[in-house]
């Protein structure tokens, strides 16, 4: 028989670990930063926006009663990430978990969409991912443990007309995680993505009415409507925990059912 029993719930217990999440400010990057906070990581918000940061970060630390900060930072900077990693180590000591919740989408025909519009989301979603994760990878090798979850897309997994930038982002975000996966696995370093379907953020709200939306988009899951901020909570908290030990090079869906039809 067994001595003890085995950890349970207590494997999603983020007491004592720092987090730096990007995008960290507002929509899947503030829900997720709210997740790890409410199960006990201390937490640095990265956003370009040092005021709506600074609000975040002060109303999530009343909240949860963890240390939330904030960080101004152009994460397709290579000298901004690695700035960023310096002020977590100065403020927490260590980094366990990365989340690159930061992205940009910019949707149209692909006769309509201009090639600087492309590039620019390919080196928010694609070059910013990428730094972020270079960054931090010295230190979580020194350490010799560690978290990467990238905001991955259910469009990056299947597609959808008139967002080539988008989709064409996020399909190199999914591979960049299964690579760095294999890469980093030997040093118990953790590279995984969450792939989220339509959640009803900031970026999503334009589009929320039209015709497309309604059919293609919410329409077309399972569930037959938006995702809920706080429905992405439990796939960050368990891929940044004990719990999530064994995922590597995991693409989890939280789609409502999109890409099971």
């Given at each position: 028989m067994r001595k003890e029993p085995l950890p349970g719930i207590k494997q999603f217990d983020l007491s004592g670990r720092a987090a730096?999440?990007?995008?960290?400010?507002?929509?899947?990057?503030?829900?997720?930063?709210?997740?790890?906070?409410?199960?006990?990581?201390?937490?640095?918000?990265?956003?370009r926006n040092a005021d709506e940061g600074a609000a975040a970060a002060q109303e999530l630390s009343l909240d949860f009663g963890t240390t939330v900060l904030s960080f101004s930072a152009d994460i397709t900077s290579q000298e901004q990430t690695e700035a960023m990693v310096r002020e977590a180590l100065k403020a927490f000591g260590r980094i366990d978990i990365l989340i690159n919740s930061a992205g940009i989408n910019i949707r149209g025909p692909i006769d309509e969409i201009t090639p600087e519009d492309f590039t620019k989301v390919l080196t928010v979603n694609v070059n910013g991912t990428w730094l972020c994760c270079r960054a931090v990878?010295?230190?979580?090798?020194?350490?010799?443990?560690?978290?990467?979850?990238?905001?991955?897309?259910?469009?990056?997994?299947?597609?959808?007309?008139?967002?080539?930038?988008?989709?064409?982002?996020?399909?190199?975000?999914?591979?960049?995680?299964?690579?760095?996966?294999?890469?980093?696995?030997?040093?118990?370093?953790?590279?995984?993505?969450?792939?989220?379907?339509?959640?009803?953020?900031?970026?999503?709200?334009?589009?929320?009415?039209?015709?497309?939306t309604k059919n293609f988009i919410v329409g077309a899951t399972a569930l037959g409507r938006w995702g809920q901020l706080r429905e992405i909570q439990g796939a960050a908290i368990f891929l940044a925990s004990d719990?999530?030990?064994?995922?590597?090079?995991?693409?989890?869906?939280?789609?409502?059912g999109w890409t099971a039809k």
């Open positions: 730096i999440v990007t995008g960290g400010s507002k929509g899947l990057g503030l829900a997720t930063a709210a997740g790890l906070a409410s199960a006990g990581a201390n937490v640095m918000l990265v956003n990878t010295p230190h979580m090798k020194k350490a010799g443990s560690g978290r990467i979850i990238n905001l991955a897309s259910t469009l990056g997994l299947v597609g959808l007309a008139n967002r080539t930038p988008y989709t064409a982002s996020k399909g190199a975000v999914v591979q960049m995680t299964r690579a760095l996966a294999l890469e980093l696995a030997p040093f118990n370093i953790n590279v995984n993505a969450i792939c989220p379907g339509p959640f009803l953020t900031e970026m999503n709200v334009p589009i929320a009415e039209s015709e497309e719990a999530g030990s064994y995922l590597v090079g995991s693409m989890l869906t939280v789609d409502g």
